[in-house]
């Protein structure tokens, strides 16, 4: 099974770009991951006629033209037509499309895209409890017998070897202790940081770039969308890799194989 990731930063405006064509004719996922999609569904409905070998679920934000996600499961992937499509995780009031969840029979798969945390002092509460709140959700999905594998935007590099100046950005949102913390307590509890396992020591691989600094053109970059899954999955990972080639958003997609 090979799953996408991608915070589109705008689905329409990737569609327009041409780009979300260029990757799915590229790399043809079985189930594609979206974040940031800023669309409400009958904003895009004419992608369910010029896409329709994936079937299309949406969570969209209550703001218009902000937030949101969606998962595209490809039609020919066999368990498909059997998937459940389930929004939001108990005691959070999603109103910004924040998670949308596949559910298989016995595995589950979660497209997320994290706060960011930087509006208010407010804000940055509600982002650490959004990491807490999650740890716990997805801890709930394992203790239920679930397999669980877990993707997007987190808005956070965890470790300096993740963003091209750790130093300069040192205690700012995106970089701080306190959410690096959470992440830390998610592999701690058996959720493993798929590329960073395989990569333990490779650096300048960003998912994410300033865009008014023309920051992807030197690679200045942060790499602040992952894959995790459960320990006892990761075995079954045959790769994963970012897709830095793949242009129409100030993200770039990573791509996950698992058997």
């Known amino acids: 099974m090979k799953i996408l990731s991608w915070n589109v930063n705008g689905l329409r405006a990737v569609e327009r770009k041409g780009e979300l064509e260029n990757l799915l004719d590229t790399h043809r996922p079985d189930i594609l991951l979206l974040q940031e999609i800023k669309s409400r569904e009958d904003q895009v409905r004419t992608l369910a006629g010029k896409y329709g070998n994936y079937q299309q679920w949406y969570?969209?934000?209550?703001?218009?033209?902000?937030?949101?996600?969606?998962?595209?499961?490809?039609?020919?992937?066999?368990?498909?037509?059997?998937?459940?499509?389930?929004?939001?995780m108990p005691g959070f009031d999603d109103t910004e499309g924040r998670i949308s969840r596949v559910s298989f029979e016995d595995f589950e798969i979660l497209g997320?895209?994290?706060?960011?945390?930087?509006?208010?002092?407010?804000?940055?509460?509600?982002?650490?409890?959004?990491y807490e709140q999650f740890l716990d959700f997805v801890n709930s999905l394992r203790s239920a017998g679930k397999k669980v594998i877990f993707a997007g935007d987190i808005n956070c590099a965890h470790e300096p070897i993740?963003?091209?100046?750790?130093?300069?950005?040192?205690?700012?949102?995106?970089?701080?202790?306190?959410?690096?913390?959470?992440?830390?307590?998610?592999?701690?509890?058996?959720w493993v940081d798929v590329w960073r396992d395989r990569n333990p020591t490779v650096s300048d691989v960003y998912s994410w770039w300033?865009?008014?600094?023309?920051?992807?053109?030197?690679?200045?970059?942060?790499?602040?969308?992952?894959?995790?899954?459960?320990?006892?999955?990761?075995?079954q990972v045959k790769k994963v890799r970012y897709l830095t080639e793949q242009m129409g958003s100030d993200h770039c997609p990573v791509e996950m194989s698992i058997k």
């Open 59 to 88: 969570h969209s934000a209550e703001k218009p033209g902000y937030a949101g996600t969606a998962i595209w499961g490809h039609r020919d992937f066999s368990p498909m037509p059997d998937v459940q499509f389930h929004t939001g």
């Open 210 to 235: 300033h865009v008014i600094t023309r920051a992807r053109d030197r690679n200045v970059g942060w790499r602040i969308d992952y894959f995790f899954v459960d320990q006892k999955l990761a075995p």
């Open 162 to 190: 993740d963003l091209a100046r750790p130093d300069e950005n040192d205690g700012a949102i995106g970089f701080h202790p306190d959410e690096r913390a959470w992440i830390s307590k998610w592999i701690a509890d058996g």
């Open 112 to 130: 997320v895209y994290f706060p960011n945390g930087g509006k208010s002092p407010e804000a940055w509460k509600g982002k650490l409890k959004f």
